[in-house]
């Protein structure tokens, strides 16, 4: 190698080391800057910091101090439409006072829609742009996945008044059901949708009677004005001055309509001779043979009607329109009945109608052209009322599923003290027909009997009241239960006789209460087979 290679060798090699100590020189350099630029962002942050801890103390000094501010329970108004009450715990409420069972009451916060909304802890939070995106685990870009539109739908299970969004959780959890098995499947499809648009009826109806008060109220304070504002002219007028003005006002003061005397009044044995005849009418064929009861109900409906708007005594007021619409529908029957009850008096009135059309009492007055256009509007009224009644029905419904009886409390009857007794009692007179029977051992071990065949059937009152000796000595056997048919009873016509299922030990304790207690009461009766099963002591 010559001595030119050499030098240009070590010119080469001395710019190599010169460039890389450049290089050093500029990364050294570089990460002064950043330090020096980490150290002015935190330096930044804290003065941030401060300041932020300087106006949060400002503000608790404002606010005096309360560092751990007391957060108060949210208060509830009651659903049902008659109760005013304002509570803190409402299924506690709806147990103690309204007699809601524990299961239905725990879950009237969620069915009534009566749960505190969620609510943003600040404005800001509260734009959909400032909320978290979901990450999906394939894609590396977040999604703003839309919310879940679930239905609320009711738990079909009886006995369950869950409302829940997510059901199928609901049924795995609280009614250990699997996704396999045939009744998970057909409990999803018999759930039933909550309208989450509509209000519940209940909320509905309660709206609906505080603005009927509020109305009420406005015009009792007008019609109490105008009131006083006509007795003061009363007052400054003279009776005779008012006489000679108006021939319609009588010498004391009354008005009197055209056409019509002072006293109007029908004397009371007319008025009893009237609804008399009424009464006959209604259970001959011209009224499809009604029923004795049914009939004595209408009459005593037509009796009420008078007794408001005709002080009892005067017929012709029953077919002035004006004054059923005024004094009887708005504002007595209003406020004193349901509207299935209205609907009722309104058919009574309907059928008083027809009776004066077809039968013409010689107590009563009338035009026939009123009387048909009376009973015309009397039908309208009743059909303008049928909203109302469904409204009630669902109303009914809802307080008959609070006022189950659970099967909780039909073991405590079971093991109840009375029932006790009264089986020691019927196992007394099955061995020693001797036994003497007083009425306090006669009445335990009848209201026994009783309440054992209205919880084993649920059956209507009156199908255990009618059920007579010939009936249940012609219960028919069907594998170990004895079936008793019950004849006179309220649906009778629409549905045939009313079934009365009885085990071989209710039924033997029937056989033992028929011939050794009730043979025995103090007042005998005739031995037909058609009298009542149960009687009271006096044999009635």
């Known amino acids: 190698m010559s001595d030119s290679d050499n030098e240009d060798h070590d010119k080469d090699g001395f710019s190599s080391t010169q460039d890389e100590n450049e290089a050093q020189i500029e990364v050294q350099d570089e990460s002064d800057q950043s330090e020096v630029f980490k150290n002015e962002i935190e330096e930044e942050r804290n003065k941030t910091k401060v300041e932020r801890r300087s106006e949060e103390d400002a503000g608790s000094d404002d606010e005096g101090q309360d560092e751990n501010p007391v957060i108060k ?88 008044t869950t409302v829940s969004e997510r059901l199928p959780q609901h049924l795995h959890q609280v009614h250990k059901l699997g996704s396999d098995e045939p009744k998970f499947k057909k409990c999803m499809s018999l759930a039933k949708v909550v309208s989450m648009k509509n209000d519940h009826i209940f909320h509905r109806m309660k709206a609906k009677r505080e603005n009927e008060m509020d109305m009420d109220y406005h015009m009792d304070r007008s019609s109490l004005c105008k009131s006083e504002s006509s007795q003061q002219d009363l007052e400054d007028n003279d009776p005779d001055d008012l006489q000679k003005s108006d021939p319609n006002v009588s010498g004391t003061g009354d008005i009197v309509k055209p056409g019509s005397s002072v ?22 064929p011209d009224c499809e043979k009604k029923d004795a009861k049914t009939a004595k109900q209408h009459v005593a409906q037509v009796k009420k009607v ?40 309104l058919m009574s009135l309907q059928h008083y109608c027809s009776f004066l059309l077809g039968e013409k009492p010689s107590g009563v007055e009338f035009e026939k052209d009123d009387v048909i256009s009376l009973r015309e509007k009397l039908k309208n009224w009743s059909a303008s009322y049928k909203r109302e009644t469904t409204r009630r029905r669902w109303e009914k419904m809802e307080e008959d599923v609070s006022a189950l009886i659970t099967p909780d409390k039909v073991n405590d009857f079971g093991r109840s ?43 209507r009152a009156g199908v255990v009241a009618y059920m007579t000796v010939q009936e249940f000595q012609r219960a028919r056997s069907e594998d170990d239960r004895h079936v008793v048919h019950v004849l006179q009873h309220k649906t009778v016509d629409t549905h045939g006789p009313a079934q009365i299922v009885l085990t071989n030990h209710l039924y033997n304790h029937l056989n033992i209460f028929l011939t050794e207690m009730r043979s025995k009461l103090p007042i005998k009766e005739s031995a037909e087979g058609s009298d009542k099963f149960f009687l009271s002591w006096g044999g009635e």
């Open 73 to 160: 329970q949210q208060k509830k108004k009651c659903p049902l439409p008659y109760c005013n009450s304002v509570v803190c715990h409402l299924p506690r409420h709806l147990r103690n006072v309204h007699n809601w069972s524990k299961q239905v009451a725990k879950t009237a916060t969620c069915r009534f829609k009566l749960r505190k909304q969620y609510t943003f802890s600040s404005q800001e939070t509260a734009y959909a742009g400032n909320r978290k995106p979901w990450k999906t685990k394939g894609d590396s870009k977040p999604k703003n996945c839309k919310k879940p539109s679930r239905k609320k739908k009711i738990c079909p299970i009886p006995g369950c």
């Open 263 to 284: 006293d109007t009044d029908e004397p009371s044995s007319v008025v009893q001779e009237t609804l008399q005849e009424f009464e006959d009418w209604l259970v001959s």
């Open 306 to 345: 008078l007794s408001i708007i005709g002080e009892g005594s005067c017929l012709h007021s029953l077919l002035d329109r004006k004054l059923v619409q005024d004094v009887f529908l708005r504002q007595y029957a209003k406020k004193k009945y349901y509207p299935t009850t209205i609907k009722s008096y």
């Open 417 to 459: 003290q009375a029932v006790r007794d009264a089986v020691i009692i019927l196992g007394e007179l099955s061995g020693a027909h001797h036994a003497e029977i007083t009425q306090a051992k006669y009445t335990l071990v009848r209201d026994y009997l009783i309440a054992q065949i209205m919880i084993d059937n649920a059956n």
